[in-house]
């Protein structure tokens, strides 16, 4: 069975930061791409940062340019996101999630989510 857990959100204040890993299980990890997304209140899913099974990062939203950074170990199967410089409007759900390869976008498999709240 494919699953992926996310971990690692939490409360903190503007410009803090927070790690997210997501762990990943039931798949051959090299063979896949993993992204990070997210569903802030009321809004729509929107795709944050994807790296590829070649290590290649696509970003997909121009607003954590310089402030997020994705990595995988495909050792220990696990791809992480690094918040840095956190925004209040960084609060959101985030997901991660497998993907063919990030240029399409194409997901096949979701985490759970983990919460980050960040206040003002």
């Known amino acids: 069975e494919v699953q992926l857990q996310a971990s690692g959100g939490g409360l903190v204040q503007a410009g803090g930061s927070l790690r997210l890993s997501c762990a990943a299980s039931?798949?051959?990890?090299?063979?896949?791409?993993i992204g990070w997304f997210r569903q802030a209140p009321g809004k729509g899913r929107e795709g944050v940062l994807c790296i590829s099974r070649f290590g290649v990062i696509s970003n997909y939203l121009d607003s954590v340019k310089g402030r997020f950074i994705i990595s995988r170990d495909n050792a220990e199967k696990t791809v992480d996101l690094q918040m840095n410089n956190l925004k209040p409007e960084d609060t959101a759900v985030y997901y991660c999630?497998?993907?063919?390869?990030?240029?399409?976008?194409?997901?096949?498999?979701w985490g759970q989510g983990t919460l980050v709240t960040v206040s003002s």
């Open positions: 999630a497998t993907l063919v390869n990030c240029y399409d976008k194409m997901t096949t498999t």
């Open positions: 039931g798949f051959d990890f090299d063979d896949l791409a």
